[in-house]
C-alpha cells in the first residue's frame, strides 16, 4: 500500500523485489525493484531517483490502476463478469 499511495503522490518507490511490492511499483515508470537483499543495486536505485527524478504525471497515472473503481473494473474483467 505504501507504494502505490506514494505512487498517488507522484512519489517514486526504490524496494526490494519482493512479496506484494513487484505488483505495486512499474519499474521504470513508477520507480525501481532491486534484487532481494542487494543493498547496492538499491541504493544505486535511490541515488538515482534523487538525482534525476521520474515525471510526477507518469507516475500518478500509473497509481490511477490502483484506484478502487478501475480495480473493481480489472477484477470484474478478470472474472468474465
Not at 519499474?27 to 541504493?43: D, F, M, V
Amino acid at each position: 500500500m505504501v507504494a502505490i499511495e506514494a505512487s498517488a503522490h507522484g512519489l517514486p518507490t526504490a524496494a526490494f523485489a519482493t512479496g506484494g511490492i513487484v505488483d505495486a511499483v512499474a519499474p521504470g515508470q513508477s520507480g525501481y525493484l532491486a534484487e532481494k537483499n542487494n543493498y547496492e543495486q538499491l541504493a544505486q536505485y535511490t541515488i538515482e531517483l534523487l538525482e534525476q527524478p521520474m515525471p510526477s504525471a507518469d507516475i500518478r497515472h500509473f497509481a490511477q490502476g490502483f484506484a478502487w473503481a478501475s480495480f473493481g473494473q480489472q477484477v470484474q474483467e478478470g472474472l468474465g463478469i
